[in-house]
Structures are given as structure tokens and as C-alpha cells.
């Protein structure tokens, strides 16, 4: 996702209050006409706080739409190693 890295990680810190273990990492994002910068989170089963997938998939999509709701972003991408998902609030 596009934004403030440093915002961004007071997002995960708040999120991950509940039990969860993220990492985030800087990243550029180079695309057709165009350079953001922006961040990668990623959500680990953290044998602390064991669970499933399904669950996994689901604090992803809860975890992206604070951070995009926070940082002022109208889309981002969930990627699992299955499949990548663009998710946004544009009229497409």
C-alpha cells in the first residue's frame, strides 16, 4: 500500500494489540506511468497466538481496510500465494 511508513506501523501496533504479529517493510511500487512509496505488511501465524488461514485471510482484509482508511488511500493489494486481490473503494 501507498502512504507514511512511520503511520503505517502505528496502525499495525494498534491492530496487533489484540494478538496478532505482523512485519512491515519500506517498499517503492514502480508501475506503468508512475512511482509510489509506500510499505508491505505481512501477517505470520505466530505460534503465540495460534490460528488458522482462514482467520489469517480475514485480519489481512480487516487489518488492509484500517490502513487504508487511515492513511487516506483509496486501494491496496492482498496477496496470498495463491492469489493477489486488488481491493478499492474507486468507481471502476
Request: aromatic fraction near 10%; charge should be negative.
Amino acid at each position: 500500500m501507498a502512504g507514511d511508513y512511520a503511520q503505517a506501523q502505528q496502525v499495525c501496533r494498534e491492530y496487533c494489540m489484540k494478538g496478532l504479529c505482523v512485519t512491515i517493510h519500506p517498499c517503492e511500487y514502480i508501475y506503468k506511468g508512475g512511482q509510489e512509496t509506500g510499505f508491505v505488511v505481512g501477517l505470520r501465524r505466530y505460534p503465540k497466538f495460534p490460528t488458522d488461514a482462514h482467520y489469517i485471510h480475514e485480519q489481512a482484509e480487516s487489518l488492509g481496510n484500517m490502513l487504508k482508511d487511515r492513511l487516506c488511500q483509496d486501494s491496496y493489494m492482498l496477496v496470498t500465494p495463491e492469489i493477489t486481490t486488488w481491493v478499492t473503494d474507486r468507481d471502476i
